[in-house]
């Protein structure tokens, strides 16, 4: 689009935008902006600095303010007969404003009386209502303070009328009335007014009880009062008289194994809540006795040998004496909708009894200083705890992995019958149940005496003492007796490598596992891997380095055969299939109640250790090799010989290969040859050493003739340029005959023999010389030029 170059210019610099009219404002200026009631001018001016100079500002505003006085102006002019009239208009103005002011004032005045007069009732009306709220307050504490009078009054008056009850009598005195009416033949009636005396004053002191739990949240709203002062010494004595009389009911009813008087007298103790005085009573009266008789610990009780703290046949027996004397109080603790759920008497009764039984008769069964009989009876208590909560120690387990084995809608509902089962059996009714009674202190306290941390350390100190005892020595020691080791289900044949398997193995025995130490006996096996590992490595480097005094514990390496090393070998890939086999296999199933995260985090572990043996395999084998390449090399030596064969005197060219020939090869093949090659190398592992040995000493055999060819042609050159110089000086003929062959050459042909000799002894051994990249090379130096393309022997 044409610029039109005729169009007007803008007025000012301000003025960028189309053809502005003449009195136009900039479009950064909106004037009606200012008549905004929250307009700030600070603010407004503040903002427009930013893009605006100060001058054009001022300038604009400085336009708009004469334009406003010019319309100011105009306005005036326009209507300015309007203005001169509005003086005349106004006419006795100041006699209409004292003729309106006067009832004005008349109306404040009457405001102001009836605002005082509300003031007043208000105050009054406030003043009333606080005397109200007063008394209100006043009728309260009056109320409390009878009601408390007359509850302590009405629960005295119920434990006088106790006495005259006989459920609270002893034992001895029902028996002797009980003999006494069996002679008029009326016994089964007063044994039924027995049971329905003891139930009525059961019921009566129930009662009571509620009225003290009254009274306690009467006491509690009017603490500091002297009228309660006065009466707390008559609260006390119902108090100590309720306890008493309860406890009697309480034990008169345990003896008669009474249900209502039971269950009446628990409702009593939950009332006031002083739960612990009827576990006490429970405990002292029922348990402690048949527990005496299972674990004698008092004063006359003798302590036996390491026999003596055994736990299983105790537990067996304590659980009979718990389905005998215990199961009906626990039935009647955990009643549907009884409120007696806060009782616990499984844990504060039973296990608080057994506790201090086992610490008092028996103390030795917690030391883990007897590993194997500490476990024993560790997992002697486990199981008499998961029979005290009624899961039998397979709740759990089925519980968790409910949803990875079932198949159908049919088994789940059978499952679930089945977990209804094993709660009605138990003595824990609920999930819940079992949570309450696991976070008791008491059961706390009784699962701390088990110190598993120090029985995994004592563990630990004997497997890893038993392979580290292993390890430390200076040769290997091959099994005298393989056939005894089969147990293994491995034929390993080293002592070190037995002795790690069996380490192994010990981490997850039966007899020594504790599962909830099975973190722990992962890392020991990790570590037990690990020090085998680097008790390998170790011998390896010091083998390698020819040092052995470089690292103790490395003597065994130095001093060690090829045939040692095939024993290693073996062992190592036994180890590492057992171990990502059978073993990994043995763990998971051993921890398959985890989740699986860590189950797949276990697996990752062990077939980690697994495969790091495996990682030892080359070490080992590059010692095997470069024993077999040293011994190679000590034929091959012989090599110098031949400079000093055809240096001295003249001799013909060679027919034949040289003798050292034949034995530069012997020492591999006899090893290949062994019976311990054949019985513990795997054809692949013994091809692999094949290749790397016949490969190694190819390489040094073009090593040791390349020198020899080189160093043989330069001492030629020199010898060569001598001889030219003396027959130069004789004046003799230099020229040389076809038929002149140079010791060099010959030495090369006799080199050439042998290296066809050479290939033909690795051919035997199944070694194709022609694919040994050092074996070209070594062609191609000492073979004759019209041969040297193609290798033939």
Not at 12 to 38: I, M, V, Y
Not at 602 to 612: E, K
Request: overall charge neutral.
């Amino acid at each position: 689009m044409a610029m039109d170059l005729h169009s007007p210019l803008p007025k000012s610099a301000t003025d960028l935008f189309g053809d502005p009219k003449e009195d136009a404002h900039p479009l950064w200026l909106n004037p009606t902006k200012f008549l905004d009631p929250e307009f700030d001018p600070e603010s407004y001016i503040s903002d427009l600095r930013t893009f605006v100079p100060f001058d054009t500002l001022r300038s604009e505003l400085r336009s708009h303010l004469s334009a406003l006085k010019h319309e100011l102006v105009e306005l005036i002019n326009r209507d300015y007969a309007d203005f001169v009239s509005l003086s005349t208009k106004l006419v006795d103005v100041d006699e209409a404003v004292v003729r309106m002011r006067a009832p004005l004032l008349e109306i404040k005045e009457k405001i102001l009386a009836f605002r005082n007069a509300v003031d007043g009732s208000l105050i009054a009306l406030q003043s009333r209502l606080k005397q109200r709220a007063q008394a209100n307050e006043a009728r309260e504490v009056l109320e409390l303070l009878l009601d408390t009078f007359h509850v302590v009054s009405k629960v005295e008056k119920l434990i006088k009328e106790l006495p005259s009850v006989p459920a609270d009598w002893a034992s001895s005195d029902i028996n002797s009335i009980e003999k006494g009416q069996l002679s008029n033949g009326i016994s089964f009636q007063h044994a039924e007014n027995g049971t329905n005396l003891r139930e009525t004053q059961s019921m009566l002191l129930e009662r009571i009880a509620s009225e003290m739990n009254r009274l306690k949240f009467y006491i509690a709203h009017a603490k500091n009062m002297p009228f309660i002062e006065n009466m707390v010494k008559r609260i006390q004595n119902a108090g100590v008289l309720l306890d008493t009389s309860l406890g009697h009911c309480f034990v008169d009813g345990l003896e008669h194994k009474d249900g209502s008087a039971i269950y009446n007298c628990l409702r009593a103790y939950a009332a006031i809540d002083n739960t612990k005085s009827a576990e006490d009573i429970f405990r002292v009266k029922v348990v402690a006795p048949f527990v005496q008789k299972v674990i004698p610990h008092g004063s006359s009780s003798a302590v036996g040998g390491e026999s003596e703290d055994e736990l299983d046949q105790d537990y067996d027996r304590i659980k009979k004496y718990i389905d005998d004397d215990c199961k009906f109080l626990l039935k009647i603790s955990f009643t549907e909708n009884s409120g007696l759920h806060v009782f616990s008497f499984l844990a504060n009764s039973i296990l608080r009894e057994v506790l201090s039984a086992i610490q008092k008769g028996k103390p030795g069964a917690f030391s883990p200083g007897r590993p194997t009989k500490f476990l024993k009876n560790y997992k002697s208590t486990l199981n008499f705890l998961a029979y005290l909560e009624g899961s039998r120690g397979t709740f759990s387990t089925f519980y968790i992995h409910i949803n990875s084995w079932l198949i159908n809608y049919f088994l789940i509902y059978i499952c679930l019958i089945v977990t209804l089962y094993i709660f009605m059996l138990g003595h824990c009714p609920s999930r819940s149940a079992i949570a309450k009674f696991r976070e008791e202190a008491v059961y706390m306290e009784f699962i701390k005496q088990w110190n598993t941390g120090v029985y995994f350390t004592l563990r630990f100190q004997e497997i890893a003492g038993t392979l580290e005892s292993a390890l430390v020595v200076t040769a290997l020691q091959p099994s005298q007796n393989l056939s005894s080791d089969q147990g293994h289900s491995l034929n390993l044949v080293l002592k070190q490598s037995i002795s790690l398997l069996d380490c192994l193995r010990s981490c997850w025995r039966d007899d020594v596992l504790v599962l909830s130490c099975s973190d722990k006996f992962l890392r020991l096996f990790l570590q037990l891997l690990s020090r085998f590992s680097n008790w390998l490595s170790v011998g390896m480097d010091a083998r390698n380095a020819g040092n052995a005094g470089s690292k103790s514990g490395s003597e065994w390496a130095i001093s060690a055969s090829p045939e040692d090393f095939l024993y290693i070998i073996h062992d190592l890939n036994c180890l590492a299939e057992e171990i990502c086999g059978g073993y990994l296999e043995r763990v998971l199933e051993l921890l398959k109640s985890c989740s699986p995260e860590v189950l797949y985090l276990v697996r990752q572990s062990i077939l980690q250790g697994g495969n790091s043996l495996k990682v030892l395999l080359p070490l080992v084998m590059n010692s095997i090799i470069k024993t077999l390449v040293e011994k190679s090399v000590e034929d091959l030596k012989q090599l110098k010989g031949i400079t000093a064969t055809y240096r001295v005197g003249q001799r013909p060219l060679p027919v034949r290969h040289s003798p050292y020939v034949s034995g530069v090869l012997r020492p591999l093949k006899a090893f290949l040859d062994g019976e311990q090659v054949a019985t513990y190398l795997t054809g692949d592992l013994r091809n692999e050493l094949l290749h790397s040995a016949t490969s190694e000493i190819t390489r040094r055999y073009y090593e040791l003739a390349a020198e020899l060819v080189s160093v043989a042609r330069k001492t030629e050159s020199s010898l060569q340029k001598i001889r030219l110089g003396a027959q130069k000086r004789a004046g003799a003929s230099t020229e040389v005959t076809d038929n002149n062959v140079s010791d060099t050459d010959k030495m090369c042909m006799q080199l050439f023999l042998d290296i066809q000799e050479y290939a033909r002894n690795l051919a035997s051994l199944g070694v194709d010389a022609a694919n040994i990249p050092s074996y070209r090379s070594l062609w191609q130096c000492v073979a004759p030029r019209d041969r040297q393309n193609t290798i033939s022997f």
